[in-house]
């Protein structure tokens, strides 16, 4: 692709006409909103999640990301446009019904409790029994069994499925999160902002084993507010701006510069620059160049990335 197809393709939107490679999406968004009585929270955003592969929405506070993925996870429903699983329109009124369709959330305050050992939160809320009534009981074996091998198939080796979930450390009980929702059979995995709280190593955990679930044929919905992170697992990128969609690019279209630029406000930050040049004693030139990657680009000389 030469330099002026590129900068031509960000304008507001960039339209993708690659098809995606695989099956049809298993989830599907068009041109989707939310309205919170007159507040409108999300509009005409439009998202397709494939399996085998991560879609990354990315965006600020407030961006409307949270109201997207309550729309996809059954918590919220959304008041214009489609949403679509498998083909179908559907209107979830529960999360139980997108979980019940395949769609697993693992929410950035996990919902586990913290002085229950590992096994014993893998299965929160779907324990193995065995036995019949009246003399069903917990399959403590079989519990701690399955939860260690899965958990190893995810490649996370734990020592001691005995200790308390709250002793392992953020990174790795988001790993038990995603690993459980690979268990009760999700296809679509969606993860709220899992690296926010975590450092450099950990976010490293996270990813890889975000990569692992892609490549275990299941189709992820990664939120971030860090494009390098989402630069790192995703193959589809959506940049979402006060509830609309300012970018939606796959990998091929958009590089990690162009997708910072947007993360960082590039418009806003070139607007910024201007007004700080206007005041006496602030020199602009000594500050990092800003580049406006939402305002049309002229021809420019910069070869292809
Ligand atoms: N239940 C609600 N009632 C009214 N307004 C809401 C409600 N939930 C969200 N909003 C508004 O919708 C907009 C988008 O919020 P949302 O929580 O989806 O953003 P976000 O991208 O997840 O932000 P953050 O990064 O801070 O989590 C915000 O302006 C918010 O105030
Ligand atoms: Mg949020």
């Known amino acids: 692709m030469t ?17 995606e490679p695989g099956d049809g999406p298993i989830v599907e968004l068009r041109g989707a909103g939310k309205s919170y ?3 409108r929270a999300l509009h005409g955003v439009s998202l397709a999640v494939h399996p085998g592969r991560v879609t990354c ?11 997207l993925i309550k729309i996809v996870s059954g918590l919220h429903q959304h008041t214009e446009g489609e949403f679509l699983v498998d083909g179908r329109p ?34 929160l809320g779907s324990e193995m029994t ?43 009980r ?18 709220d902002e899992p690296t926010a709280a975590l450092g450099v190593k950990q976010s490293g955990v996270v990813l890889k084993y975000i990569a692992a679930a892609r490549d275990r ?20 990128f959506s940049v979402l701006r006060l509830g609309t969609m300012e970018l939606t690019a796959s990998r091929d279209r958009v590089s990690l510069e162009e997708l910072t630029n947007h993360m960082a406000g ?32 002229a021809n420019t000389d910069e070869g292809t990335s």
């Open 90 to 123: 559907v209107r979830f009124t529960t999360p139980r019904e997108a979980l019940d369709r395949g769609i697993a959330t693992v929410y950035q305050d996990l919902a586990t409790v913290p002085l229950m050992p590992v096994w014993r939160n893998f299965f």
């Open 217 to 236: 044929g299941l189709g992820v919905i990664f939120i971030t507010h860090n494009p390098h992170h989402a630069y790192m697992v995703g193959d589809h």
């Open 57 to 67: 929405v990315l965006g600020d506070n407030g961006a409307g990301k949270s109201t």
């Open 37 to 39: 009585g007159n507040i």
């Open 266 to 297: 590039g418009a806003e930050l070139a607007a910024l620059k201007h007004e700080l040049s206007q005041v006496r004693g602030v020199d602009v030139d000594e500050l990092p160049e800003v580049k406006d990657l939402t305002a049309p680009v």
């Open 3 to 19: 330099s002026t197809d590129k900068s031509a393709a960000h304008g507001a939107v960039i339209a993708d006409p690659v098809p």
């Open 130 to 172: 065995r036995g019949r009534w009246p003399v069903r009981r917990l399959d403590i074996d079989a519990m701690k069994k399955t939860a260690d091998r899965e958990l190893r198939n995810m490649g996370i080796v734990l020592d001691d499925m005995e200790q308390p979930i709250g002793t392992l450390s953020g990174g790795q």
């Open 174 to 191: 988001q790993c038990v999160a995603i690993a459980r929702a690979v268990y009760f059979g999700a296809r679509v995995l969606i993860l």
